[in-house]
């Protein structure tokens, strides 16, 4: 783990914000915005690392996208602070970076390839190297035989990937994708999570703000879950994912359980749900029915999913 990795690790939601260090690609330290008398986001504080996907999670007017666009500064906080690559926003950082907004905006009477160009230029690219990126991502979102047509004459799942191909003509060192699989079909699903895993391999960091929690766990290597303008859960996700499951395990096996006095449920697929003693550990119990003579042929812990803890966060379920 890298220094930065470490400090991440280490780094906590307890205590004053404006204690914590602000480390990583992109961090937030205390930031609050207000629109009008409604409050957008209270006490923010969060980071993300080098390298990793990191999922921004929240229902419908959480705050995250107000967040996204304070930390490429396209809005201001009205408190806190911002870092990005260790360093107060500026333009040098800023081009660093790409951002897909869930709102969509092209220039629909564009060329496909004249617009992509375009885009690159902006991006600091020269005019050839715009053009030879403009063909490469063309061709890597299967768009290619687009090229030359107007950008109003695609479906929504091509415009859609014109402009995923618009953030990452430049290689951003951060990309900040929200929504990006809206109106995709499963195929270019799973080319737009290929591109995203390819940027990690590389040590790109990708910040992926989705209402598809399944994504979420595909992808994500830390998320953080944002309600009414607050972080409620933040880290690891799968040290997430165990924090928040039921203390059960699921057992495969020919013999009856409850027979057995075992405080189970028999699943559809003839796996039992087991609920264990309050003490009892996971790999404890395994062992306690392996000594009982209980034939396994399989066993695992009962992991909760993303799509159960955001339900049960976001309604109040869980604490």
Known sequence: MTATGSAIANWSLAGSPDRLPLVGILAFRGVSKRFGGQVALDGVTLQVSQGEVF?????????????????????????????????????????????????????????????????????????????????HWLGRVGLSHVAEQRVESLSKGMTQKVQIAACLMSDPELCVLDEPFSGLDPVNVALVKELIEERRARGLTTVLSTHLMHQVEAL????????????????????????????????????????????????????????????????????????????????????????????????????
């Open 220 to 319: 994500c290597d830390r998320v953080a879950l944002i309600h009414r303008g607050r972080v409620v859960v933040y880290g690891d996700l799968e040290e997430i994912r165990r924090r928040y499951s039921p203390h059960e395990v699921i057992v495969w096996t020919s013999i009856d359980l409850v027979e057995l006095g075992v405080d189970a449920i028999r699943d559809a697929n003839g796996s039992w749900r087991v609920s264990l003693p309050h003490a009892e550990t996971a790999a404890g119990y395994l062992n306690e029915l392996i000594r009982s003579g209980v034939p396994i042929d399989r066993y695992e812990p009962l992991v909760a999913r993303m799509d159960d803890i955001f339900v049960n966060l976001v309604s109040g379920g869980v604490e």
């Open 55 to 135: 999922g921004l999670m929240g229902p419908n007017g959480a705050g995250k996208t107000t967040l996204i666009r304070i930390g490429l500064d396209i809005l201001r906080a009205d408190e806190g602070e911002v870092s990005l690559f260790g360093a107060p926003l500026n333009r040098s950082t800023l081009d660093r970076t790409a951002y897909l907004p869930e709102e969509r905006g092209v220039y629909r009477r564009a060329k496909v390839r004249e617009l992509l160009t375009y885009l690159g230029r902006l991006k600091g690219l020269k005019p050839a190297n715009a053009r030879e990126s403009a063909a």
